[in-house]
């Protein structure tokens, strides 16, 4: 199977985002052979309700429930590396973080696929393509785009921040905003973990992606299966965890208060066996702040700073990497698909390569 990028592909970007000349003048690259791809569901459980099932008369007695299973998509490309990668995203989103840019460019799906890595996107447990959830919730059409602009730091509402890797088009901020999709039943790390954990039965060994929200699911899926050989965390803003006896007091901010969460030392060392990278962007102060969406960033900064030293002290290989200390500028909360984003896979190449997982 070939995946092309010739004209009339980008003919029909350029008719769907009738704002963006970038569409229209991407770069072509050459076609990527595609071994095997396709998509399952793994991990989840069943509900059953008692009693006897009425084919004439349905009802929810005797009936089951398949649910809280994740949903992956996978490609396999031609002469593969021997180490897939899983990309799992953060709140509100999906597979999608991780696929086609908001203004048409590729995503790390197909910018790891050119590295040679299989690629697996997952749709989290209640969230996308995986929403059958065995706990209720309600949606609510709950207004929060503005909020949404400020928190991923594209800049603060209406304005975008001066140096800001984000195309200013405005059908590229609707693209954007179009990405956000709810959960279909309660946030549960442990739901996300366990279906993770699974998915890393079938597969195998591989490398984790994870981005924002995705960071807690992350170490606890590396606690939970050794398969998961390195973990590459985007921005991760919640979820830290910290041995007990060793959690880090409450750290409040403009945006609430972050807390971290006490596990066993026996497993929180089970993260030393594995190296670690975590990629913070810019345009947040490091100094407390009355501007929420800068302050919401700095405790999170500041919290995975103090979990990198804790894994450290425990014997890991763990490091972080704020993006403006090496001098690359402008990054969003969403790295893997800002303008630069090329420039930031090869950062996380540097590092695959540095520990041989390439």
């Known amino acids: 199977m070939l995946l092309r990028r010739f004209a009339i592909p980008l003919l029909l970007t350029a008719q769907l985002l009738p704002g963006l000349a970038l569409a229209q003048s991407a770069p072509k690259f050459d076609p990527i052979t595609i071994q095997a791809q396709g998509s399952f569901a793994v991990g989840g459980t069943v509900a059953q309700t008692p009693g006897p099932y009425n084919n004439n008369a349905p ?51 197909t910018i790891f696929l050119r590295r040679s890595y299989p ?6 447990p209640r969230r996308g393509r995986a929403g059958n959830s065995t706990v209720a919730t309600t949606i609510e059409p709950t207004p929060y785009d503005q909020l949404f602009f400020d928190q991923f730091r594209l800049g603060k509402w209406p304005n975008y921040f ?29 739901v996300i973990s366990d279906a993770m954990s699974a998915l890393f039965d079938r597969i195998g060994s591989g490398i984790l992606f994870t981005h924002s929200q995705a960071g807690g699911p992350g170490w606890l899926t590396a606690i939970k299966n050794p398969n998961v050989k390195a973990i590459v965390a985007f921005e991760p803003g919640s979820g830290f965890i910290f041995p007990e006896g060793e959690v880090p007091p409450p750290m409040p901010s403009a945006a609430g208060t972050l807390t971290a969460e006490p596990i066993a030392v026996a497993d929180f060392e089970k993260l030393a066996g594995i190296p670690i990278v975590l990629y913070y962007g810019d345009n947040f102060s490091t100094e407390p702040t009355k501007e929420r969406g800068e302050d919401n960033w700095r405790v999170r900064l500041a919290m995975a700073r103090l979990w990198v030293d804790a894994v450290n002290r425990h014997g890991g290989d763990a490091r972080l990497v704020h993006l403006p200390d090496i001098g690359i500028r402008g990054n969003t909360h969403f790295l893997m698909s800002d303008l630069n984003n090329v420039q930031i896979a090869d950062e996380v190449s540097k590092f695959l390569a540095e520990k041989k997982l390439d």
């Open 59 to 109: 009802s929810a007695e005797g009936q089951s429930l398949h649910g809280d299973h994740l949903y992956a998509f996978y490609q396999i490309p031609q002469n593969p590396k021997l180490l897939p990668i899983v990309m799992l995203h953060g709140a509100f989103q999906s597979a999608r973080s991780w696929e086609t840019t908001p203004d048409g460019r590729e995503g790390f799906q």
């Open 162 to 190: 001066q140096n800001v890797q984000f195309n200013r088009d405005p059908a590229v901020l609707d693209q954007f905003l179009r990405s956000v999709t709810p959960n279909t039943g309660p946030y549960d790390a442990n």
């Open 119 to 124: 690629v697996y996107l997952v749709d989290q």
